[in-house]
Nanobody, 125 residues
Framework: QVRLMESGGGSVQAGGSLTLSCAASIETVEIDCKAWFRQAPGKEREGVAAIYLGGVTYYSDSVKGRFTISRDNAKNTVSLEMNSLMPEDTAVYYC???????????????????WGQGTQVTVSS
């Protein structure tokens, strides 16, 4: 059983930066695709960024150019560097993992087998 553990959430003012990290409890091909999703109060969960084993990345239009996803395969971790944060980035951020990334990597939760508990990110204006 894979467990995903997020860290790094917190509160920041608009224009600031935060980096989220997610560690997987074991290494397995079942989690070759790693992603970050977020969910704001009253809204559906939405994809933010995803990264495949070879380093191919996917970003939602709302974060492209501001957020950077990266992974350390040796440590079985995935990180999300968030810059130029805006109040609309406020949400609970979830780490997700599945066997492969497809063209729907940041537009659908389908295909992600494992999810973390989530970490709160709050951006104040």
């Amino acid at each position: 059983q894979v467990r995903l553990m997020e860290s790094g959430g917190g509160s920041v003012q608009a224009g600031g930066s935060l980096t989220l990290s997610c560690a997987a409890s074991i290494e397995t091909v079942e989690i070759d695709c790693k992603a970050w999703f977020r969910q704001a109060p009253g809204k559906e969960r939405e994809g933010v960024a995803a990264i495949y084993l070879g380093g191919v990345t996917y970003y939602s239009d709302s974060v492209k150019g501001r957020f950077t996803i990266s992974r350390d395969n040796a440590k079985n971790t995935v990180s999300l560097e968030m810059n130029s944060l805006m109040p609309e980035d406020t949400a609970v951020y979830y780490c997700a993992a599945g066997p492969w990334c497809t063209d729907t990597a940041v537009t659908s939760t389908a295909g992600y087998t494992y999810w973390g508990q989530g970490t709160q990110v709050t951006v104040s204006s």
